[in-house]
């Protein structure tokens, strides 16, 4: 088999099409559940930091180039700083996303437990059996 063959024969399968799918609507996702951290939780959250913007949380690391009111003004003059306020939004976008993926797989796993319990219909043969079974028990 050629190698452009190969290739195209692995391109074409299901799995990476499905992967990519999975991919470009991840990254969809992913910017709706920042809109979500970014426009309604960390406002929520500010409200308990009194009203300070979660990213300009941060620790000035070099002290020599002056002092520095927001992360921004830091980054301008190339001061080092230690910007854990936006480390932390990260974090939350993570966990947020994360138990949504766990409360769709949950979901996912539900469905597909009810169709696995729906009980079969017995083949004529295997009711055959449960009846000799059940006069064999009768009969000791």
């Known amino acids: 088999m050629s190698f452009i063959k190969e290739f195209k024969e692995f391109a074409m399968k299901g799995n990476v ?23 309604i939780l960390m406002p929520i959250i500010g409200l308990f930091t009194k009203g300070k913007n979660f990213n300009d949380v941060f620790y000035v690391l070099d002290t020599s180039k002056g002092d520095v009111a927001t ?20 974090v939350i976008d993570f966990l947020i996303i994360a138990f949504c993926i766990f409360l769709l797989v949950k ?34």
């Open 17 to 39: 099409m499905d992967l990519a799918v999975g991919v470009i609507i991840g990254g969809a996702f992913g910017k709706i559940i920042t809109s979500l951290v970014d426009n």
């Open 71 to 90: 992360l921004a003004d830091a980054k301008a003059k190339g001061i080092a700083v230690f910007a854990y306020g936006a480390f932390i939004q990260s």
């Open 107 to 140: 979901f996912m796993n539900r469905l597909t437990r009810k169709k696995e319990e729906a009980p079969a219909e017995l083949s004529t043969q295997e009711k055959l059996l449960m009846e000799i079974r059940d006069e064999l028990k009768k009969s000791r």
